[in-house]
């Protein structure tokens, strides 16, 4: 769950390097930077964003400047360099899209619980792979308490709230990064500001799947989508 030593002002911080996020199921690593070199590893695919200034990715793919509120995926290794600060979430092991986009917009484009909203900034491959998104809480938000199957994390963009856990409750404004372990209670609320959360998710129960994505389902054999077929085909193999 989140705890003092999970979420850091990473002001007094410089660098994260690298810890390793207690979830022996999937597998990740957490990282954060300010005003620093950080170098990743490439036995695993590092998501991330840029909330202050500015960062140079240098990656197989070339280098990229990246402003605040932009957000990438990168697999293999990676070497970010920059004046502000931001966090790298790395599913260990795991061979993902090269993406970079943004800057992430104010609010979120889906409904979430108790008026919050959230984007689905970089999107799972394959229906089970990691993602990335944007949370955004309006002021005077009171989030009914909740769990996550799975770890989660991320940093404040931008905004002040309160994380309430059976802990206590902890401070979140703008820089801080935070980790919170599988199945723990815990809910986020604001007061007199909006809060908005890049939040990381190590696995995802959506996302295409071989019998599901749009060029096949939108491809017309006779009439009939060729997802249906395909399905008739591989259940007549088995």
Do not use: K
């Not at 690593?29 to 590893?41: I, V």
């Not at 372990?181 to 295409?208: C, I, K, N, Q, Y």
């Amino acid at each position: 769950m989140i705890l003092p030593s999970m979420a850091i002002d990473i002001a007094a911080v410089s660098p994260l390097r690298l810890s390793l996020v207690d979830d022996p199921v999937f597998p990740s690593a957490f990282s954060s930077w300010r005003s620093c070199e950080l170098a990743l590893p490439d036995n695993g695919t590092h998501f991330g964003c840029v909330v202050e200034g500015s960062a140079t990715l240098t990656c197989a793919a070339g280098f990229f400047e990246l402003s605040p509120g932009m957000y990438f995926s990168v697999p293999g290794e990676l070497r970010i360099q920059g004046t502000g600060c931001g966090f790298a979430a790395t599913r260990l092991d795991f061979n993902g899209f090269f993406q970079i986009g943004g800057p992430a917009e104010s609010e979120g484009r889906l409904r979430y619980i108790d008026g919050c909203s959230d984007s689905l900034l970089i999107s799972p491959v394959v229906l089970g792979d990691p993602c990335l998104n944007l949370l955004y809480l309006p002021p005077g938000t009171t989030q009914r308490q909740h769990t996550h199957p799975s770890c989660r994390l991320g940093m404040i963009a931008s905004g002040r709230g309160v994380c309430r856990t059976p802990d206590g409750d902890f401070d979140l404004r703008a820089g801080m990064v935070f980790q919170i372990a599988p199945d723990a209670m815990h809910s986020f609320h604001t007061h007199d500001e909006s809060l908005r959360v890049f939040a990381w998710h190590p696995d995802s129960d959506t996302g295409p799947s071989h019998h599901d994505h749009p060029m096949i389902n939108r491809t017309m054999v006779e009439g009939v989508s060729a997802a249906d077929t395909l399905s008739t085909i591989t259940r007549g193999r088995s």
